[in-house]
Antibody, heavy 117, light 107 residues
Framework: QEQLVESGGGVVQPGGSLRLSCAASGFALNSYGMHWVRQAPGKGLECVAFVWRDGIKKEYLDSVKGRFTISKDNSKNIVYLQMDSLRAEDTGIYYC??????????WGRGTLVTVSS | EVVMTQSPGTLSVSPGERLTLSCRAS??????LAWYQQKPGQAPRLLIY???TRATGIPARFSGSGSETEFTLTISSLQPEDFAVYYCHQYSYWPRTFGQGTKVEFK
């Protein structure tokens, strides 16, 4: 069964850092591009970062450029999101998601990030 | 950034009704448009991709249409399990963007 399981969320102070992980099972990450999508409390969905299948080319939402870094370790089948200089507006559920032909096909259950003093 | 605008914001309906949800893109996205359903406390679920292709396992009562800038999601006969928030999503341009959602609630 194809599955994505996120971890690493928690409460952090403004200016702090967190690293989210997304463990994939049932398929090989080296065959897919991967997204991180976030959802602020009671709000809609926002694509934050994307890593292409080759793991080299990356795309970021403007508001997180220079602060967030997406990467994937194909040998471990894990995708990461390193989040630095966190702000209150980064608060939300962060979903890991698999890309197929450019649309998002499979979603994890998400991990909650709360940025608060 | 491509702005996706969904209407209406909320639909109050009864089971068995037919409903149509609309999504408009601020510039043409060809048919690079997907629809997702999200229930409270759950991750979104893919319903439709390429504007009109049902994802695996999605019931035939869900259908999508449109191209360029105007898209619709139709549910032919609403079932109790269909009460949820529906999002459209363009994947033609970076950054990928979603509409703000249409909430389908029980009348």
């Amino acid at each position: 069964q194809e599955q994505l399981v996120e971890s690493g969320g928690g409460v952090v102070q403004p200016g702090g850092s967190l690293r989210l992980s997304c463990a994939a099972s049932g398929f090989a990450l080296n065959s897919y591009g991967m997204h991180w999508v976030r959802q602020a409390p009671g709000k809609g969905l926002e694509c934050v970062a994307f890593v292409w299948r080759d793991g080299i080319k990356k795309e970021y939402l403007d508001s997180v450029k220079g602060r967030f870094t997406i990467s994937k370790d194909n040998s471990k089948n894990i995708v990461y999101l390193q989040m630095d200089s966190l702000r209150a507006e980064d608060t939300g559920i962060y979903y890991c998601a698999r890309d197929v032909s450019w649309y998002i096909e499979v979603w994890g259950r998400g991990t909650l990030v709360t940025v608060s003093s | 950034e491509v702005v996706m605008t969904q209407s209406p914001g909320t639909l109050s309906v009864s089971p068995g009704e037919r409903l149509t949800l609309s999504c408009r893109a601020s510039q043409t996205v060809s048919n690079d448009l997907a629809w997702y359903q999200q229930k409270p406390g759950q991750a979104p679920r893919l319903l439709i991709y390429a504007a009109s292709t049902r994802a695996t396992g999605i019931p035939a009562r869900f259908s999508g249409s449109g191209s360029e800038t105007e898209f619709t999601l139709t549910i032919s006969s609403l079932q109790p399990e269909d009460f949820a928030v529906y999002y459209c999503h363009q994947y033609s341009y970076w950054p990928r963007t979603f509409g703000q959602g249409t909430k389908v609630e029980f009348k």
